[in-house]
């Protein structure tokens, strides 16, 4: 993910983004307000992550302007950004706080117009330009992934194993902190990785699996 300050977004391209039709129990100057908005607001960069630009944030969340900018200066600093003189709220960040809107006690017609947000976020997400982009992303780590070991060693001079200690074997392996099933962004990122010796990588992995074996229990 670049920094805030290198990030270039650009518009989503409106004639693509296939809003739901308002629902019945939405009014339909109200639904279209919604889409118009969103529509308007929505960006992605150039790995696909989608955001929206706050002026449309009464809108998404239901709220009025002091309502609006309390929310975006509460959010993390990985959930917001700038660029281009604007400012952005990630995706992710505004799905999950119109899903905490939608269960709490607000009135029936408000709850079922965030509903309706909820549903045409879902379109921006999944817009295709965005798809195309992670499945280009995807198949960039899994290729990437086979120079990670010579990468690794080539910057920082590893020597001996970053869990035993033990002289680097020949067959050393990559070892993900952040593992890529769990967040591929970092996949690549070589401060993630340490270079190990494969038994002990083998009972890190053994071991973690064994105190996650009581977890949901």
Do not use: W
């Amino acid at each position: 993910m670049p920094n805030n300050s290198e990030i270039v977004v650009k518009p989503l391209e409106i004639e693509k983004l296939h809003f739901p039709q308002t629902p019945d129990t939405v009014k339909p100057r109200a639904g279209e307000k919604i889409k118009t908005t969103i529509a308007h607001c929505a960006v992605r960069d150039a790995e696909g992550k989608t955001a929206l630009d706050i002026a449309s944030l009464p809108v998404v969340l239901g709220t009025d302007k002091p309502g609006a900018k309390r929310f975006y200066s509460d959010l993390e600093n990985d959930d917001k950004f700038s660029a281009g003189g604007r400012h952005y709220v990630r995706l992710p960040a505004l799905r999950k706080e119109v899903d905490v809107r939608i269960e709490q006690p607000h009135a029936a017609d408000k709850r079922e117009r965030l509903k309706h947000v909820s549903d045409c976020l879902s379109v921006v997400r999944d817009n295709p330009t965005s798809e195309q982009l992670r499945a280009v992303s995807e198949v960039a780590i899994r290729r990437g992934q086979k120079q990670l070991k010579q990468q690794k060693i080539a910057r920082d001079g590893t020597t001996h194993c970053e869990m035993s200690g033990q002289p680097l074997q020949p067959d050393a392996e990559v070892h993900h902190e952040m593992r890529r099933a769990d967040n591929p962004d970092l996949a690549l990122n070589l401060d993630n990785l340490k270079l190990v010796n494969p038994q002990a990588h083998k009972e890190h992995h053994q071991k973690e699996q064994q105190e996650a074996e009581s977890f949901g229990k």
